[in-house]
């Protein structure tokens, strides 16, 4: 050995040299985890800030939001009244209104329908209780003062909060006043979205740096192609759920058949679980309406469509253009609905496909009309690990192949791609087999 020279070790495990890593500073390993770590911990606080601003301005947020779906709906509408030459602001008054009378009538045609059948739907609810009561009277044990004192404040309980009922029922829980000020909003945001939202866009394309404007316009086509694709998509399902199950419950004689029609069209907007849940309300009331017989008719009705939806509306309908695995879909579901309840059930999944389409754009990934633009389409595709793959930071590019391999061949610097250089037929050395770096060898 020469004298005292410190030994670098060898070249396969040599750490690299410079600013990157010096010999007083932590692991390696320790490093890159507090790097991740604080980088990490900036965009949790980051995210934390703009669910507290959201929950802050939920009564401006939610119906901007509501507005951009809403208008990728109406888009179609207003498109097609420029193309037959109306004017900017007539096609877009004459989809507002159009807009306007239909939801308003389809929400006074449910108040008309809930406040006619309420109190057949009362009657069947007392009724259901005298017999449950009659069957309990006949077990050992029960105490039928009590069932009836329990029957006559359900049905006190009903009859006192009707209004209530009916209304919480359109509302979902909402403050009027606040219902009120949200819709008026909406619409008022809808109108100008739907007027002048490409010069707005083109605007906000403006504030961004010049070199990145054109990236920015087409991440925003993408993101709106795929929200209306969305909208419309998960209207046409909604649709096809309501005029099936309310079908089902007029043919059943169920009263409030319209109202839980609408809102199992409403909860179709809510995926995976949406559709479901509200028609398990409808299945709980004709089971207490009509029996067990047409409850389970509609039961089967229910599970039926839905294998529909998803077996054959939404790859076609839906699927074409929002491309998000069923994980990422719980998961935004799920979050959603923490953060704002089902007005953010409603909300994520849009809002996560128009993201998910932009990244994809600015990336790379796809093009403008959301193609695959890589050879390789299936980038999730498993791929086999390799035999020998450390960390680049403990891996030198210095590998020396040996002078003859097991064949007998001597070993070329002018080998050609996929050559053998590990100088054991292919597999690279191994922790403890390690090739010595260049030089000459000194005789111990």
């Not at 006949?138 to 909060?161: A, C, E, F």
Request: net charge neutral; proline share 7%; glycine share 12%.
């Amino acid at each position: 050995m020469d004298g005292g020279a410190p030994s670098k070790g060898n070249g396969l495990h040599r750490p690299p040299e410079g600013k990157v890593l010096s010999r007083a500073a932590v692991p390696a390993g320790l490093a890159i985890a507090a790097a991740w770590c604080w980088r990490l911990l900036i965009v949790s606080v980051t995210f934390l800030a703009l669910v507290l601003v959201f929950n802050t301005l939920y009564l401006v947020v939610l119906p901007v939001l509501f507005a951009l779906l809403l208008s990728a709906l109406l888009h179609p509408l207003v498109l097609l009244l420029r193309r037959l030459h109306f004017p900017r602001a007539l096609a877009t008054w004459g989809t507002v209104i159009i807009a306007f009378l239909v939801l308003g009538g389809i929400g006074w045609f449910v108040v008309q329908q809930t406040a006619a059948n309420y109190t057949q739907l009362v009657h069947e609810v007392n009724g259901l209780v005298s017999r449950l009561r009659t069957y309990l009277d006949r077990l050992p044990g029960t105490n039928s003062v009590q069932l009836q004192q329990l029957q006559q404040r359900l049905v006190k309980g009903l009859q006192q909060h009707s209004q209530s009922i009916a209304s919480g029922a359109l509302t979902v829980g909402t403050v009027a006043g606040e219902l009120v000020t949200g819709l008026i909003v909406m619409f008022f945001v809808t109108f100008f979205f739907l007027d002048e939202g490409d010069r707005m866009w083109s605007w906000t394309v403006r504030l961004f740096p010049r070199n990145v404007q054109q990236s920015v316009r087409g991440a925003g086509y993408r993101a709106w192609r795929v929200l209306s694709g969305w909208v419309v998509g998960t209207a046409i399902i909604a649709c096809f759920h309501g005029v099936v199950i309310g079908f089902v419950l007029f043919l059943l004689s169920v009263p409030l058949a319209v109202p839980l029609a609408v809102l199992v069209f409403l909860g179709s907007f809510i995926p995976i679980v949406g559709a479901f849940l509200f028609g398990g309300l409808a299945v709980l009331v004709t089971l207490i309406t009509q029996g067990v017989v047409p409850a389970l008719i509609l039961l089967i009705v229910l599970v039926i469509e839905n294998q529909i939806e998803a077996h054959l509306l939404q790859p076609f309908i839906v699927g074409r253009a929002v491309r998000l695995h069923p994980v990422a879909i719980v998961l935004a579901l799920t979050g959603g609905g923490l953060i704002a309840g089902i007005f953010g059930a409603i909300l994520a999944i849009p809002v996560v496909a128009a993201v998910h389409a932009a990244v994809k754009y600015l990336t790379g990934v796809e093009d403008l009309h959301g193609n695959s633009r890589r050879v390789d389409s299936d980038r999730m595709a498993p791929e086999p690990p390799p035999e020998y793959a450390p960390l680049p930071i403990y891996v030198s590019p210095l590998v020396v192949p040996d002078e003859e391999d097991e064949d007998g061949q001597e070993g070329s610097g002018a080998a050609g791609p996929g050559a053998d250089v590990s100088g054991d037929g292919g597999r690279p050395p191994g922790l403890g087999e390690h090739t010595p770096p260049p030089g000459p060898r000194k005789e111990g």
